[in-house]
């Protein structure tokens, strides 16, 4: 019996692990798998948007570095920052690399990826249920992992699959969609829920501005303060448990990252607007130490000293963290406002999308709009590209090679056709 091995094979391979491995909190294994990655599938042409997107967290990350000289650090503590803010960098270019298939494959293959990551968390959490006997979100949560930024990319392609191109059976589709859908509804994230909105809103050509995506942008934002005002008006309890745990943690988002006094002396207080406090943090210290910290940064080791000792998702009690959730913050914490800046460089450039007359290639760059403004939001509350179990870096990387052999696909088809 013939066992044909195809040449794509590995990448596929490669492209699971890189997605897995990253779900997982242990970085160190990540940042490992990435840059193996990258050494191993190393291309000879890149082209000007790859480049382009990786110049500007090269020069965040150089504006760090040059902020060092003037700080005193341990080699640990600047490798270990120097391992955080080159992870943009790494998974852009892995996602970019591991694209070598054609248009069709390459959908597949993220759709399957998905697949896999939805079955194994529908069965952390089944294995959850049935060893605690418990339905508490916080447990369930704990086992079975915070978020999958990821899931939701592959629950938007296999909506808009026309748009995309995507080759599947409507039973395929329908079976997909109903676990994908389902495990990514039981992480029961709020950041979850609101790039489901954005993609989706991103993806019907709504997020680029003109009076009717204005008018379906105000729509959607009416719906979700009286979304918002029903959930007051509900009152869930902090104590709560199951969904009403789940909004409680909505009701208290707005206040949650932008709250501006907080009693750390107040468990409740401190716990519930702990992304707060660690923004008040960030701009006290930065701001104590002169312009030149303001406008250039700590640089690479640079910690945030939170004052007194809190229990961590790492089980450990700390004092000085390396990181905020807030993108915006850890670089400002880093890099300075220059750096934060770039920050910001990169989210509009990575919205300029230019219009194609290719309607998958469409579709793909309204994905990155929608990326881009989602974004916003991640960088506020999960440190968007820079977060350790993060991988829409290599989802971005892997779309622009992916657009890329659209086009050449297209344009090969073409040329045949004015041939005959």
Same mark, same amino acid.
């Given at each position: 019996?013939?066992?044909?091995? #195809?040449?794509?094979?590995? !990448?596929? +391979?490669?492209?699971?692990?890189?997605?897995?491995?990253?779900?997982?909190?242990?970085?160190?294994?990540?940042?490992?798998?990435?840059?193996?990655?990258?050494?191993?599938?190393?291309? /000879?042409?890149?082209?000007?948007?790859?480049?382009? #997107?990786?110049?500007?967290?090269?020069?965040?990350?150089?504006?760090?570095?040059?902020?060092?000289?003037?700080?005193?650090?341990?080699?640990?503590?600047?490798?270990?920052?120097?391992?955080?803010?080159?992870?943009?960098?790494?998974?852009?270019?892995?996602?970019?690399?591991?694209?070598?298939?054609?248009?069709?494959?390459?959908?597949?293959?993220?759709v399957y990826a998905g697949l896999a990551i939805s079955v194994m968390h529908l069965a952390m959490l089944?294995?959850?249920?049935?060893?605690?006997?418990?339905?508490?979100?916080?447990?369930?949560?704990?086992?079975?992992?915070?978020?999958?930024?990821?899931?939701?990319?592959?629950?938007?392609?296999?909506?808009?699959?026309?748009?995309?191109?995507?080759?599947?059976?409507?039973?395929? /589709?329908?079976?997909?969609?109903?676990? @994908?859908?389902?495990?990514?509804?039981?992480?029961?994230?709020?950041?979850?829920?609101?790039?489901?909105?954005?993609?989706?809103?991103?993806?019907?050509? !709504?997020?680029?501005?003109?009076?009717?995506?204005?008018?379906?942008?105000?729509?959607?934002?009416?719906?979700?303060?009286?979304?918002?005002?029903?959930?007051? #008006?509900? %009152?869930?309890? /902090?104590?709560?448990?199951?969904?009403?745990?789940?909004?409680?943690?909505?009701?208290?988002?707005?206040?949650?990252?932008?709250?501006?006094?907080? *009693?750390? *002396?107040?468990?409740?207080?401190?716990?519930?607007?702990?992304?707060?406090?660690?923004?008040? +943090?960030?701009?006290?210290?930065?701001?104590?130490?002169?312009?030149?910290? +303001?406008?250039?940064?700590?640089?690479?080791?640079?910690?945030?000293?939170?004052?007194?000792?809190?229990?961590? %998702?790492?089980?450990?009690?700390?004092?000085?963290?390396?990181?905020?959730?807030?993108?915006?913050?850890?670089?400002?914490?880093?890099?300075?406002?220059?750096?934060?800046?770039?920050?910001?460089?990169?989210?509009? +450039?990575?919205?300029?999308?230019?219009?194609?007359? @290719?309607?998958?290639?469409?579709? @793909?760059? !309204?994905?990155?709009?929608?990326?881009?403004?989602?974004?916003?939001?991640? %960088?506020?509350?999960?440190?968007?590209?820079?977060?350790?179990?993060? %991988?829409?870096?290599?989802?971005?990387?892997?779309?622009?090679?992916?657009?890329?052999?659209?086009?050449?696909?297209?344009?090969?088809?073409?040329?045949?056709?004015?041939?005959?």
């Amino acid at each position: 019996m013939n066992i044909t091995v #195809y040449k794509s094979f590995p !990448y596929q +391979i490669l492209f699971l692990l890189c997605i897995g491995v990253s779900l997982f909190a242990n970085y160190e294994l990540t940042f490992a798998v990435w840059s193996l990655t990258l050494l191993l599938t190393i291309k /000879r042409k890149y082209s000007f948007t790859i480049i382009q #997107y990786n110049a500007i967290f090269l020069i965040i990350l150089l504006i760090a570095i040059f902020s060092t000289f003037f700080s005193t650090t341990t080699p640990f503590l600047f490798i270990r920052d120097f391992t955080y803010l080159v992870k943009p960098i790494l998974g852009l270019l892995v996602g970019y690399q591991l694209c070598r298939f054609s248009s069709k494959l390459a959908l597949k293959v993220m759709v399957y990826a998905g697949l896999a990551i939805s079955v194994m968390h529908l069965a952390m959490l089944s294995f959850t249920v049935i060893e605690f006997r418990t339905l508490s979100v916080n447990l369930l949560r704990e086992h079975g992992g915070y978020f999958s930024d990821y899931e939701i990319y592959v629950l938007i392609i296999l909506i808009f699959y026309r748009e995309l191109n995507l080759e599947i059976s409507k039973k395929q /589709r329908i079976l997909f969609l109903a676990i @994908i859908g389902l495990s990514s509804f039981l992480y029961l994230a709020r950041t979850n829920l609101i790039q489901f909105i954005i993609l989706y809103v991103g993806l019907k050509g !709504y997020l680029i501005f003109n009076k009717k995506s204005l008018k379906v942008i105000l729509a959607v934002f009416l719906m979700s303060i009286i979304g918002y005002a029903s959930i007051v #008006y509900i %009152n869930p309890k /902090r104590e709560g448990k199951g969904i009403q745990a789940f909004l409680y943690k909505i009701k208290i988002a707005p206040q949650e990252a932008f709250k501006t006094k907080i *009693d750390k *002396d107040d468990w409740k207080d401190f716990n519930d607007n702990y992304r707060s406090f660690e923004n008040i +943090i960030a701009v006290n210290q930065v701001s104590a130490k002169g312009n030149r910290a +303001i406008f250039f940064g700590e640089g690479l080791g640079s910690t945030l000293n939170l004052g007194r000792k809190i229990w961590t %998702n790492d089980h450990e009690y700390v004092q000085y963290i390396p990181i905020a959730h807030n993108a915006y913050m850890t670089i400002f914490l880093k890099s300075g406002l220059l750096g934060v800046l770039f920050l910001l460089v990169f989210l509009i +450039i990575l919205y300029r999308q230019k219009k194609s007359d @290719i309607k998958n290639v469409q579709a @793909i760059n !309204y994905l990155l709009i929608g990326t881009s403004v989602f974004l916003i939001v991640s %960088n506020w509350v999960f440190l968007g590209l820079y977060l350790k179990l993060d %991988n829409k870096s290599i989802i971005i990387g892997f779309l622009i090679a992916l657009r890329e052999v659209i086009i050449k696909e297209h344009n090969s088809q073409k040329r045949i056709e004015d041939e005959y």
